[in-house]
């Protein structure tokens, strides 16, 4: 099983509507997760942390399920600009040091259309 | 404005050829990571460092050398002995604290001639 797995998409919505993506992992001792964009041939940005009560920030919502081991982004009221490749990450602990690995999943890719 | 830089932005190596891919960062941060990306893949850690002179391999470290001499700066060497060099490479660098995020330089595009 990998370590972070998504759906590939892509996702081809129009503009307006609602989108979700899902993201499972693997290693329960994960403690940190967040959602980065990948626009094409970019570097990733961080987009937003999730937090285990669920965090909002304008038409994003990300959420967390520990139990069940995933990780959800829901993006409202689509735009144009959205169409981008967005990346689950997952830390993993290190066995020494205050760092941990980030692993990043394969993405989805999101087209939004007029 | 606090960032990352990579150079150069593209890089073309001949067969036997080391190159070394710079990554500078200006946000006082002590971890730095590089990572390859393959199309259609995700990323893929080669090697980090949590503090200067001390780094530590990653999943393919394999063709790859590292130095961290100066906070600042974490260069990256693709050797001959990297038989598939042509990938993106993405720096990054963080806090190394658990729940602080990565931030990336805008990455480095190396192809074999």
């Known amino acids: 099983r990998k370590e972070v797995e998504q759906d590939p998409g892509p996702f081809n919505v129009p503009e307006g509507a609602t989108v979700a993506f899902n993201c499972t992992y693997s290693n329960s001792a994960s403690q940190s997760f967040f959602w980065y964009r990948q626009d094409c041939r970019k570097e990733p940005k961080l987009l937003m942390s999730?937090?285990?009560s669920g965090n909002e920030d304008g038409r994003f919502t990300a959420q967390l399920n520990r139990a069940s081991q995933y990780i959800s982004l829901l993006i409202r009221d689509s735009k144009l600009s959205d169409s981008a490749t967005y990346l689950c990450?997952?830390?993993?602990?290190?066995?020494?040091?205050?760092?941990?690995?980030?692993?990043f999943g394969t993405g989805t890719r999101l087209q939004v259309t007029l | 404005d606090g960032g990352i830089t990579q150079s150069p932005k593209y890089l073309f190596r001949k067969e036997g050829q080391n190159v070394t891919l710079s990554c500078e960062q200006n946000?006082?941060?002590?971890?730095m990571y590089w990572y390859r990306q393959d199309p259609g893949q995700g990323l893929r850690l080669i090697y980090y460092s949590q503090i200067v002179n001390d780094f530590q391999k990653g999943d393919i470290a394999e063709g790859y050398s590292v130095s961290r001499e100066k906070k600042e700066s974490f260069p990256l060497t693709v050797t001959s002995a990297q038989k598939n060099p042509t990938a993106f490479y993405l720096c990054?660098?963080?806090?190394?604290?658990?729940?602080?995020?990565?931030?990336f330089g805008d990455g480095t595009r190396l192809s074999i001639l």
């Open positions: 946000l006082n941060h002590d971890a």
């Open positions: 990054a660098s963080s806090i190394p604290v658990v729940h602080q995020p990565q931030h």
């Open positions: 999730v937090y285990s």
């Open positions: 990450v997952v830390n993993i602990p290190w066995t020494s040091g205050t760092a941990s690995k980030l692993t």
